[in-house]
């Protein structure tokens, strides 16, 4: 059995991450490329190849914005080595680590000192134009936003959706097999229930989170996810993983 990259205590190694992540690409028959570059460092995403005429909605997922948040993305890839077969069965955009400089110096900024999350609608931002270079003209048909919060007292979540009935509660019971939902009232300003943000309108921001933009966008729903940053790394992970099973399962069939 092979051993767990986190083993070796390697939750902050891009290069090591990016391996994974190319390892898998070759076995899920995933597209990985290079879409930007940051000093040194590629910034990568990844695709399911499109057929010419497959013109279905694209599923969205994204970590590591801020790179003290080191749960997400090794949650994403854990998620996709158990899941092969779905890439296969729906479209895929996956953006593996959009701060890879972050991650490194385990720092939530990225090499300019700029937190991503508030610049998806800064445009001259050389990797936030690239990043619009690559989603423009897609359909979407949710955005999964991956995060950690080192205030986070358990797993709580954002859920912009302007129209269908709320899932963040039925994501949030499934995610508290692995950790604790945050029960305060009140979280990072906003009002909450059940470790539960909804988010019917958008709030006034001078910088615009990933999650908005997207919405902006036309993706119907996008729910941002956030671990507990001060629990255990390897129950965070798991966390991260049941997130996502449990906003494809219940988000795509919201509605129904």
């Not at 899920?28 to 909605?57: H, I, N, Q």
């Not at 943000?197 to 001078?206: F, G, H, N, Q, S």
Request: glycine share 8%.
């Amino acid at each position: 059995m092979p051993v767990h990259p986190l083993v070796n205590h390697r939750a902050h190694d891009y290069r090591a991450l990016v391996r994974e992540w190319q390892a898998l690409a070759k076995e899920a028959g995933l597209k990985m490329e290079v879409f930007a570059r940051v000093g040194e460092l590629p910034v990568y995403v990844l695709r399911t190849r499109d057929a010419a005429k497959d013109t279905r909605p694209t599923i969205y997922l994204s970590a590591g914005i801020h790179g003290d948040e080191p749960a997400a993305p090794w949650g994403l890839l854990a998620w996709a080595r158990e899941n092969v077969a779905r890439f296969k069965e729906d479209r895929y955009l996956i953006f593996p680590v959009m701060n890879p400089h972050g991650l490194i110096l385990n720092t939530r900024h990225d090499q300019d000192g700029t937190d991503l999350n508030r610049s998806f609608n800064a445009t001259e931002h050389p990797l936030i134009s690239a990043w619009h270079r690559v989603v423009a003209g897609r359909q979407i048909a949710m955005g999964i936003c991956l995060h950690e919060d080192y205030d986070g007292q358990g797993n709580y979540l954002y859920e912009l959706n302007p129209q269908s009935p709320v899932v963040g509660n039925k994501i949030l019971k499934d995610c508290s097999r692995v950790l604790p939902i945050d029960q305060r009232k009140r979280i990072d300003g906003r009002a909450a229930k059940g470790g539960l943000i909804v988010r019917r309108v958008l709030p006034e921001m001078p910088g615009q989170p990933e999650a908005i933009v997207l919405h902006l966008m036309g993706a119907p729903l996008t729910l941002t996810f956030e671990s507990p940053s001060e629990f255990s790394l390897h129950d965070r992970i798991e966390a991260q993983k049941t997130f996502i099973q449990s906003a494809l399962e219940h988000g795509l069939r919201r509605g129904g």
